[in-house]
């Protein structure tokens, strides 16, 4: 058996970000801008960061890239999906804070411009800003062939909600039901550790899926390649979650049956620890996982532990619901995403994510 | 005498980069936010792309990266003032619609995390974020070793005005008065030309800088070096602008006197062509120039309309007035930049950029 592989030995070191992070957090002093005029912060029980004041609403950005996915579409030249992806990350973070994204901008850095590639880069922004329904509202290409040597790509989205709809994790109790969103697939979280796997075991992206890639949801031919199915596009949760809370302040008069939202990225399940300081998470009947999570594991010799702490494993987002709502919102978002599922409880055994699997076990992000 | 230097010299291809923001921009689709809905496009008459509606408001965003400028702060290690630059890029573009900036996100990418260089970008948004009056909603670090090879910084500047109260360029007419208020040097465009320069004549950025850099406004010690110089951040006028307009709101009831608002980027003067289509601009008592403009010019044997094409040359931001309010305005954005001073007008001469000295003339940008 081959040495066991992880996050960390894929060359992230984890520890060292959040140093990084640390640092330019506490370079960070409070805004200039008084509470009451637009542009001021907010600080919401939860600890989301982004949300500012503006008249009776709030509004929100998310800025995040794709990462070293982007690897693989450029080895493939395949930048389809890409656009997809840097939505993805940023619209699915504000949904977490019931925020509706309305507009998005990219950031493109290249070493050079390459009309091609920039509509197919364009192409698939346009593709995603209609499943997110969000107006693309500008962007930058930059040319810096001293500091990028292949494409990067970024965005920011702008989201809104009203003052007294924030979901914050405050609501959150013991007997919350979890409900799981299934992912398309690896999304855009988890690649460097991807990548050292493939590169180690000596495949190529435009080898031909070396397993049966076929799942729920996917048409995948006989011909699809590694790229193909790596490449799948992160989802966008928008409709089913927007259209979640505006059913509920339509028929409940709040957004309140929803006590947290968390996306899956990285730190797999480890990110449900975010939403609540003492609560803790079961999961007791997970989403089925696709079979890329499977192979990899096998092929890296990567723990349980470990492949719930990188990647979604078919789980890309978790509604934590009161109780007596649970079935009728299980319901409404079946109608967006058929095999949403209640995968689990919110409990008061300590401030830890349990899993059917005993293995799987998290006490920090 | 050496050969001379432009901008498409030092590596920058213009037509490529047009081509591909073109391609780009043609991928893209209508959005699918319908009119009078929280995010709907706005189509303004001056073409600036990024305004969206939210109630009896509009919302802006501007998205930039401070570019090459980030090579020369990474070979000395200073980063003191690549965030006040990030931060300038952004919100002086949405001064120029008349939208006050509210907040900002940062995108970091870097080969490795480095906690002390973070620490060093922090401070410096922090410092940015005071000097615009934002609030800093948000940041990303990414580790992307396979793509950066240094860091580049990005960001996102989100920015709302009253829906009647946008600058558009529509009311410019023969006669009005250009208003310049001072750059603080070379702020963040032009900076491949710059390098190129150096790097021809075989200084580096920590030698002793070889001309006075002495001009209004600056403290440099007998020490200062090119880089020093060089690095000068960024000016950010939030402060002239946004003081400016609530002071016509309040006093005249509108900011309409104001026609017109152009931000100095790469593309020099010939940036005011933006503004209209087919109205002309004179320019006939231009800012002064500060030295180290003059001192690039020689050593690259640069010719006048290419310095000015690639450069601010002084002039950091126009105001395009109307007439009867130009003197009252400058006063008023004195209070701020002592040097702002009345630079030239606009005509009825054709679509074109002339100047005092008429070897500068520009038809397109």
Tied chains: 1, 2.
Aim: net charge negative.
């Amino acid at each position: 058996m081959s040495d066991p592989m992880d996050y960390a030995s894929s060359g992230v070191d984890i520890d060292l970000e959040g140093a990084a992070v640390a640092s330019l957090i506490g370079s960070l002093q409070r805004s200039t801008r008084k509470p009451g005029t637009p542009g001021a912060p907010v600080d919401l029980p939860g600890g989301f960061g982004g949300l500012i004041e503006f008249g009776n609403h709030l509004l929100a950005l998310a800025t995040d890239g794709v990462g070293s996915k982007l690897q693989i579409a450029t080895a493939v030249s395949n930048w389809d999906s890409v656009g997809i992806d840097c939505m993805a990350m940023n619209v699915n973070d504000l949904l977490c804070v019931g925020a509706e994204p309305i507009a998005f901008v990219d950031y493109i850095a290249v070493p050079k411009p390459d009309p091609e590639v920039h509509a197919a880069v364009g192409a698939s922004l346009a593709k995603a800003c209609e499943l997110a329904n969000v107006t693309l509202a500008g962007g930058e290409t930059a040319s810096l062939p001293g500091i990028v040597t292949e494409l990067d790509l970024s965005g920011t989205a702008l989201g809104f909600l009203d003052k007294d709809s924030a979901i914050t994790g405050e609501r959150l109790k013991s007997g919350d039901v979890l409900i799981g969103l299934p992912s398309s697939g690896i999304h855009s979280n988890g690649f460097s550790l991807v990548r050292s796997i493939i590169n180690r075991i000596g495949l190529t992206y435009t080898d031909s899926c070396p397993f049966n890639p076929a799942f729920t949801g996917r048409a995948f031919g006989e011909n699809a390649t590694l790229a193909d199915v790596l490449l799948i596009p992160t989802k966008i949760y928008c409709a089913p979650v927007i259209g979640l809370l505006k059913h509920l302040k339509e028929s409940l008069g709040s957004v309140h049956a929803v006590h947290g939202i968390a996306h899956i990225t990285g730190g797999g399940l480890s990110n449900l620890l975010r939403l609540h300081d003492q609560l803790g998470w079961h999961i007791d009947s997970p989403m089925p996982i696709p079979p890329e999570f499977t192979w990899l594991q096998v092929e890296g010799n990567v723990t349980d532990v470990e492949m719930h702490r990188t990647f979604n494993m078919g789980l890309g987002m978790v509604l934590a619901v009161e109780q007596e709502h649970a079935e009728s919102i299980l319901s409404f978002v079946q109608q967006f995403e058929a095999t949403a599922a209640i995968i689990g409880h919110v409990n008061d055994h300590g401030h830890k994510v349990t899993h059917v699997n005993s293995e799987i076990f998290y006490k920090h992000y």
